[in-house]
């Protein structure tokens, strides 16, 4: 375990020794690319006046309340895609479409709409977790093998038991790769929303600092964001570690 993490450590210390000699040498001014030690400093004040912690707590509210919507209506409306093939031919042309059309560009209607509460946030973040899952939930289901189908109707089995005995035991690992790519967009989502307007989280942040050229602001809401994307797609790599055993 300690020898995997050599590699990140080292490219850490490289990036951030790299960055600190481009600040100290290249004479690009603070406001422009802060120093790392500057970065840190904000940070520590941040902390201490309990700006940072409570907006990031605003933003992971969010995140996870869209993650989770936009992971179960996937969830539920690919299992009916995949379950018929008509229905697949109505609906899909609608789903390419709502991909077609960036989030950005619908975020004001939503907040309009919904207003400019955490509502329109978890929306947001939802549409923009959704076809991924949709997708790998399609996929999954179609790719269970037909003799395990026949094994269970030999044996009588009911549609729940068929449910949960094969397609989502054979489906999760295909399920768990969308839901990894979905953890890492449903941030993109909530800041999306939250620069729309918002008056708290981290997207209300990024403005503020851009607004009060606080730029060592920008980075600490920025490497904020990282470590939550960070923290989500580990979690999901936890439950495929659990869940996924015995592909090991």
Not at 42 to 55: C, E, I, N, T, Y
Not at 97 to 114: D, Y
Not at 160 to 187: D, M
């Amino acid at each position: 375990m300690t020898k995997r993490f050599i590699p990140i450590l080292l490219s850490l210390l490289a990036f951030l020794l790299g960055w600190d000699l481009l600040t100290r040498f290249s004479g690009i001014p603070n406001f422009i690319l802060p120093s790392p030690l500057s970065v840190w400093t904000r940070f520590l004040k941040a902390m201490s006046d309990g700006s940072l912690p409570r907006h990031t707590a605003i933003t992971l509210t969010e995140i996870v309340l869209g993650l989770i919507v936009g992971v179960l209506f996937a969830t539920v409306v690919g299992y009916m895609l995949a379950k018929s093939r008509s229905l697949e031919k109505v609906l899909s042309p609608y789903l390419v479409a709502s991909q077609a059309i960036p989030v950005i560009a619908i975020a004001p209607l939503l907040v309009i709409w919904l207003g400019d509460g955490i509502l329109s946030k978890v929306v947001i973040c939802a549409l923009i977790v959704f076809f991924p899952v949709l997708v790998n939930t399609i996929v999954g289901v179609r790719a269970v093998p037909t003799a395990l189908y026949d094994l269970m109707n030999s044996l009588h089995a009911s549609r729940a038991q068929i449910l949960w005995k094969v397609e989502a035991p054979a489906s999760l690992p295909v399920f768990l790769g969308g839901l990894r790519i979905g953890a890492t967009l449903s941030v993109i989502g909530a800041i999306v929303g939250e620069l729309v307007d918002a008056e708290s989280g981290l997207g209300f942040l990024l403005q503020l600092g851009d607004f009060q050229y606080d730029t060592p602001m920008v980075f600490v809401a920025v490497f904020t964001l990282i470590a939550l994307a960070l923290m989500l797609y580990g979690i999901v790599r936890m439950l495929e570690n659990k869940f996924l055993k015995w592909q090991s």
